[in-house]
């Protein structure tokens, strides 16, 4: 069974500040969709709601996810129930390897946890389908990792986790080329295998080069003002948001 994101008239404060202002998203599984935007648009205030942060108020509105209503669910059951948030900003992990993370964050998902053996056979065949070098697995997680090593350490553990849906939220301003890779290699393999759904928020156009949205939307002050296909991406990297700001501003007072 294909299941989907669906967001209704969506309405979101930050300290008692109307930040999202009505969107409408509907994502199928299988389906890749970029969300753009100049800074400020709202774009991580979107990922955190979906994530279930505390700081973000739904005030309006409806996340509709496989038949149940998201914003009902705290951010565990969200987890569970499919739905992945690949962080902005890892923080390192002092004296953790990336394969007790990972032991972790599956033995947190089920009442009865993973055994050892169930654990290190699925550790290998994620690695394998990512074409990871089993050594990784006993680094400790983001001590002295690279851009390129924080993302394939988030991207391994998205595959351990099988979600429906990641939502990744890239400032990919802060990723070099090799971080770049990991993600986008990992988002489309993952899309593959597991048929998931991605939503890949960005400001920028370059990452889009390596992860071929089906969607492109754009975000203007807490609303979608543009979709279209991968063509609106390019126009974005050509022109800028100048053009979006000008036809939308208006009707956005
Ligand atoms: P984007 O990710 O598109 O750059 P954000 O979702 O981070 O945008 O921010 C959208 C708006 O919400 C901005 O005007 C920002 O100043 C405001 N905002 C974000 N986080 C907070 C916060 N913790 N408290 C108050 N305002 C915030
Ligand atoms: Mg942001």
Redo the contacts with the bound molecule.
Sequence with gaps: MTTALEIKNLHVN??D?P?LKGIDLLVKQGEIHAIM??????????AYTLAGHP?YEPTAGQVIFDGDDLLELDADERSRAGLFLAFQYPVAVPGITVAKFLRQALNARSEDGISIPAFRRLLKEKMDMLGMDHKFAGRYLNDGFSGGEKKRAEILQMAALEPKFAIM?ETDSGLDIDALRVVSEGANTLREELNMGVVV?T?YQRILEYIKPDYVHV?LDGRIVESGGPELALKLEESGYDWVREKHTTAAQ
């Design positions: 930050i300290a500040q930040i935007g100049p800074n400020g648009s709202g774009k991580s205030t979107l700081a939220d928020i400001h975000l």
